[in-house]
T-cell receptor, first 112, second 114 residues
Framework: KNEVEQSPQNLTAQEGEFITINCSYS?????LHWLQQHPGGGIVSLFM???GKKKHGRLIATINIQEKHSSLHITASHPRDSAVYIC??????????????FGKGTKLSVKP | DSGVTQTPKHLITATGQRVTLRCSPR?????VYWYQQSLDQGLQFLIQ???????AKGNILERFSAQQFPDLHSELNLSSLELGDSALYFC?????????????FGPGTRLTVL
């Protein structure tokens, strides 16, 4: 079973701050997902990455496969970034299954 | 808007009852996933279908069943409901259900069992 650990669990930031959320997993994977869950409950896929770094607007995701670690960075944070950020990985066994194992999420609150 | 639709948005029912949740995947996606999100367990995978066939099974109770129809929509049936089944149920879809597919989530169905 792949264990997914996120830190911190809760994060409060001031608008404009640089934010980092971390994710570690126990077993090698083919890809890692970062998801965003808004206060209303909806889930949006932010990134899927298997190596290196990806950038979308003010969001940057990095992954180190050897260290089994990924980070999600938010530059120039804004109150609308307030959400729960969830890291997810596929299961460690082989085969074609694409289901995900989720971390417990990091609740981010950005104050104006 | 992810393109994945789920109905109903909210469902309130009593213990012992049976409900059906419905999901329509994004146009062109062949794989559908069902996830449950409860306060104490977080997000958990229930079951995955690909082009009408079950592909993977997670922590799905025997009281729960699902299927994917020829038009690719999927239904999750929950029976003999218990208080602990109260949760958000998400459906997601992806192009071919593989390990590196991006999954697109529906808005969820909030189930309350009283």
């Amino acid at each position: 079973k792949n264990e997914v650990e996120q830190s911190p669990q809760n994060l409060t930031a001031q608008e404009g701050e640089f934010i980092t959320i971390n994710c570690s997993y126990s077993v090698g994977i083919s890809a890692l997902h970062w998801l965003q869950q808004h206060p209303g409950g909806g889930i949006v896929s932010l990134f899927m990455l298997s190596s290196g770094k990806k950038k979308h607007g003010r969001l940057i995701a990095t992954i180190n496969i050897q260290e089994k670690h990924s980070s999600l960075h938010i530059t120039a944070s804004h109150p609308r970034d307030s959400a729960v950020y969830i890291c997810a990985v596929p299961p460690p066994y082989g085969g074609s299954q694409g289901n995900l194992i989720f971390g417990k999420g990091t609740k981010l609150s950005v104050k104006p | 808007d992810s393109g994945v639709t789920q109905t109903p948005k909210h469902l309130i029912t009593a213990t012992g009852q049976r409900v059906t949740l419905r999901c329509s995947p994004r146009s062109g996606d062949l794989s559908v996933y069902w996830y449950q999100q409860s306060l104490d367990q977080g997000l958990q995978f229930l079951i995955q279908y690909y082009n009408g066939e079950e592909r993977a099974k997670g922590n799905i109770l025997e009281r729960f069943s699902a299927q994917q129809f020829p038009d690719l929509h999927s239904e999750l049936n929950l029976s003999s409901l218990e208080l602990g089944d109260s949760a958000l149920y998400f459906c997601a879809s992806s192009a071919d259900g593989g390990r590196t597919d991006t999954q697109y989530f529906g808005p969820g169905t909030r189930l309350t069992v009283l």
